[in-house]
């Protein structure tokens, strides 16, 4: 038991394990992470600190896109991985806003469009911290390249 990402690589450009690559684009300046192949719920979600490292190493990346689309069943424990663990401590250590978009294949979009993640994002909205579904990566990308107009605000000290 326990967590599934055993990294094998230390080079934040391209965080690779048999489950989860995160790497960074310049260019658009954004975080991507992506999901290698269908996991189990509690592999599911990459460790807290090795995202927040990436982004801290990357220009304090505030743009996160999030590949889900190998997920055959979604979980609700995003929702509670979005909400108590990422939220708060991403805007503490980043500044604010942060926007992350999420992919997902469209077999999921009732239960992404459900009342409790409408009411996680408005939650989530007061924190400045912008967690959005999409189920088309280009749509994700320009969402993200849009919401990069918005001015930051350093972390709270």
């Known amino acids: 038991p326990g967590f599934y990402f055993a990294l094998c690589s230390l080079d934040m450009n391209d965080v690779l394990s048999d489950v989860f690559a995160l790497s960074y684009e310049p ?9 290698l192949h269908d996991v189990a719920d509690r592999s599911l979600y990459p460790p807290q600190d090795e995202l927040l490292a990436a982004a801290l ?11 889900m689309h190998t997920q055959l069943a979604y979980s609700p424990l995003l929702l509670d991985w979005l909400g108590s663990l990422l ?19 469209e077999c999921h979009r009732a239960e992404i469009e459900s009342i ?31 919401s990069q107009d918005h001015e930051h605000r350093p972390p709270r000290q």
């Open 87 to 105: 939220a708060q401590q991403v805007v503490s250590v980043l500044g604010s806003p942060v926007f992350i978009a999420c992919v997902a294949n």
């Open 57 to 67: 190493q990357n220009n304090r990346c505030r743009f996160w896109l999030f590949d």
């Open 116 to 146: 409790g993640t409408e009411t996680l994002l408005r939650q989530q909205a007061q924190h400045e911290f912008y967690p959005y579904f999409f189920n088309d990566e280009t749509a994700a990308r320009e969402w993200l390249a849009d």
């Open 27 to 35: 260019a658009p300046n954004l975080l991507v992470g992506r999901w």
